[in-house]
């Protein structure tokens, strides 16, 4: 169990800060950040940033655990920070950020090093053999929280109205055999590629039509931004904020939603954008997503 060596943990974190005398420590688990924050202030640091990147969300069993330990939040850190305004307001609350105590430092990626590299998409898409498919990508864990089986459904509804679509996973998680088991139901064998883990993921955002993320819940997802950046239109379910929103190419969809209406949506955006690929890694800058302005701000 993970919470088995918390104390040995806790000592070790403990000796390190005060053996190096830091000046700044930044927690970033969220409501667990409350045992770190501790340590800080217990081995003097001067600058203690808490940092929330989710939310709870009731279908997950550790949202318990977030939710006992939420109202801990502001003790011992002496700085608040977030990923998104939605994050911040749900552990820190509504009044810390109304007082403009929550720094809003979004998910952000290297804008120049996601840009969209049209050589990159021609070699993936020759290498894979999709030079003639219309391909929806989708990267992360095979987890409930991704909401897998509903993507699934999602695309068997686009593989009916659309011949030369194909579905190409990247990750890995508890719920590979089932996604695979309705995989065959539907009879997509064919047309449903499972890359499994990879590192090589740069090319695959140049390479792919369409990326779908119907998430039950997310913080602020980086794939979503390096998505954006490579010009590949994005799918989120609308339990994602908004404020991932870092280009025209961000749309949201309901999950109440059936799988044909997410498939209609996504049909005629992707049929408005083929051909018309680009780089928005100027918008993503604009729009506060840049690792490089951002530290400076930071």
């Not at 991704?146 to 009916?160: C, E, G, Q, S, V």
């Amino acid at each position: 169990a993970p919470y088995k060596h918390i104390g040995a943990h806790m000592r070790e974190t403990y000796k390190i800060l005060k053996d190096n005398n830091y000046e700044i420590m930044h927690a970033f688990d969220n409501t667990l950040n409350v045992f770190p924050m501790f340590l800080g202030w217990l081995a003097g640091v001067k600058v203690r940033i808490s940092e929330s990147i989710s939310k709870g969300d009731k279908n997950e069993k550790k949202t318990i655990v977030k939710l006992a330990l939420r109202p801990f939040s502001h003790w011992f850190a002496n700085y608040y920070m977030a990923n998104s305004i939605d994050c911040g307001v749900w552990q820190f609350g509504k009044k810390t950020y109304d007082k403009g105590d929550i720094t809003i430092f979004k998910t952000v990626i290297n804008a120049d090093a996601n840009a969209f590299d049209k050589v990159l998409r021609d070699e993936a898409r020759k290498k894979f053999g999709w030079e003639d498919k219309v391909i929806y990508g989708f990267i992360g864990r095979y987890v409930d929280q991704k909401n897998p089986l509903f993507l699934i459904d999602i695309f068997n509804a686009i593989a009916k109205n659309q011949p030369n679509a194909k579905l190409v996973m990247i990750g890995f998680g508890e719920l590979e055999k089932a996604m695979h088991e309705k995989i065959k139901e539907y009879g997509l064998q064919d047309r449903v590629e499972d890359l499994g883990r990879r590192d090589d993921i740069k090319q695959f955002y140049n390479a792919f039509d369409a990326f779908l993320l119907p998430s039950l819940y997310e913080g602020m997802p980086v794939v979503g931004i390096e998505a954006q950046c490579a010009g590949l239109p994005i799918f989120f379910s609308k339990n994602i904020t908004e404020e991932t929103t870092a280009s025209e190419l961000a749309h949201y969809i309901g999950l109440n939603e059936s799988p044909e209406v997410w498939a209609d949506t996504i049909i005629n955006v992707v049929n408005e954008n083929l051909g018309k690929r680009r780089s928005y890694a100027e918008e993503v800058k604009k729009n506060g997503f840049d690792s490089h302005s951002e530290a400076m701000r930071m």
